[in-house]
Structure formats: C-alpha cells, structure tokens
C-alpha cells in the first residue's frame, strides 16, 4: 500500500478514535453538571415545558426502562419548534400539510434531545408520558407505564448527532442511578417494543457505541 494511502487510512482511524475518546471524557464532566431533581423529577438546569399529555403511573409501579425514539416534524426536517409544540398539545395544524392530521394527537415523552443537543423535559420522570403507544416487551404490554421516553430529534435514515449521542449518555447515566431498576438490557428503541408499527429510531442509530459510553 502506497505511504499516502497508509496515511490517509491512519489519520482517518486516528480521527475516529479521538472523537469518541473525547466524548468519553467530556461525559463524565456533563454528568456532574445535569442533575435529576429528586422532588421535581426533573432535569436540571434543562428547560421544562409542561405537557398536558401524562398522568400517574398505576401505583407501586417501578420504573425499570428508557425506550429511545427518534421524531422530526415537520417530517425529515429539523430545527423548528413543532416537535415542542406537538407535545404541549399546541400544533398549529394549518402550518404544514403534516400537521392537519396530527395535531390533534395527544403524544408526549418525558424529554426531548435536539441536534444541537439542547434537552426539553415535558413531562416529570415519575409521571407516565405517552410514548409507547401499543406496546409490549419481555411479556409485559403498555410500557408506558414502566418506562421512561425519551425522543431524539431525527429520522431512521439519517446519522443522529455526536452531541446527541452525549446527552443521551448523560441523562441514562443519572437515570440508571435515579432509577436502578433499569438495566443495560432494559434501554431499548420504540421499535424494539412496538414492532412492525414502530422503527424508530432506525437502523442509523448506534446501540453499540452508546452502550460502550457507559459501564
Ligand atoms: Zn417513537
């Protein structure tokens, strides 16, 4: 093989390997500085907007999973509020054909992580959002009674973002530690838990490398 080309193949390798050496250390710094609230059950500092889409748990209730989604509204695009606005129930469903036919839907999660990386809690971990949908995993349905949801801003096709990927790091380590209960095992996708209805957050999502962020 050519210097070059040896070259060109190192520095990419290279490249690769600090990106995810430096988000292994930057982790642990962001971990330190989100905390979960324990009276609240929220997130901070992480801007909160109330959704009206949640109820109670059905009592004694232990929270033992995170199911990870992926959402972009309008579909394929990033960057808008809709995403927060279909949560709170506040959708303008004349502001893009997309939107006539959900707006009235009442969905939610308990936080959202955008491409930037900013995080948006909707709903208190303790409270039941609605995520799941129809649902079942390990013989158990209605997930959303047990779990906790936590969208990505996305689609199935398209890479989700480093900073993403950080995030989502942070916020699962505190909620391992908030909320014991859940297991490595236990972070699933909707996908996983609503098959053949649901393939969120897509195949580009990289189970392996979030897993390898956290022991
Ligand atoms: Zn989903």
Same mark, same amino acid.
């Given at each position: 093989?050519?210097?070059?080309?040896?070259?060109?193949?190192?520095?990419?390798?290279?490249?690769?390997?600090?990106?995810?050496?430096?988000?292994?250390?930057?982790?642990?710094?962001?971990?330190?500085?989100?905390?979960? *609230?324990?009276?609240?059950?929220?997130?901070?500092?992480?801007?909160?907007?109330?959704?009206?889409?949640?109820?109670?748990?059905?009592?004694?209730?232990?929270?033992?999973?995170?199911?990870?989604?992926?959402?972009?509204?309008?579909?394929?695009?990033?960057?808008? *509020?809709?995403?927060?606005?279909?949560?709170?129930?506040?959708?303008?469903?004349?502001?893009?054909?997309?939107?006539?036919?959900?707006?009235?839907?009442?969905?939610?999660?308990?936080?959202?992580?955008?491409?930037?990386?900013?995080?948006?809690?909707?709903?208190?971990?303790?409270?039941?959002?609605?995520?799941?949908?129809?649902?079942?995993?390990?013989?158990?349905?209605?997930?959303?009674?047990?779990?906790?949801?936590?969208?990505?801003?996305?689609?199935?096709?398209?890479?989700?973002?480093?900073?993403?990927?950080?995030?989502?790091?942070?916020?699962?380590?505190?909620?391992?530690?908030?909320?014991?209960?859940?297991?490595?095992?236990?972070?699933?996708?909707?996908?996983?838990?609503?098959?053949?209805?649901?393939?969120?957050?897509?195949?580009?999502?990289?189970?392996?490398?979030?897993?390898?962020?956290?022991?």
């Amino acid at each position: 093989m050519p210097f070059l080309h040896i070259l060109v193949l190192f520095a990419s390798t290279f490249k690769i390997h600090m990106t995810k050496r430096l988000s292994l250390i930057i982790i642990p710094s962001m971990t330190e500085i989100l905390k979960i *609230n324990p009276t609240t059950a929220l997130l901070t500092p992480v801007k909160y907007r109330p959704s009206p889409h949640h109820d109670e748990r059905p009592q004694n209730t232990l929270i033992d999973m995170i199911v990870v989604h992926g959402i972009s509204l309008p579909p394929g695009e990033f960057g808008s *509020n809709a995403i927060e606005e279909f949560f709170c129930g506040k959708l303008d469903s004349n502001s893009h054909p997309a939107f006539a036919s959900i707006a009235t839907v009442k969905v939610s999660a308990h936080l959202l992580i955008r491409r930037t990386g900013e995080m948006i809690q909707f709903v208190p971990f303790t409270k039941r959002a609605w995520h799941a949908g129809e649902s079942h995993f390990q013989g158990r349905t209605r997930c959303n009674d047990f779990s906790i949801g936590i969208e990505l801003e996305g689609t199935d096709d398209t890479c989700y973002e480093q900073t993403q990927y950080q995030q989502l790091s942070s916020v699962i380590q505190l909620l391992i530690r908030a909320y014991p209960f859940i297991t490595r095992d236990r972070i699933v996708g909707h996908a996983d838990i609503a098959p053949g209805r649901k393939t969120d957050p897509g195949l580009t999502f990289d189970w392996q490398y979030l897993k390898g962020t956290f022991a």
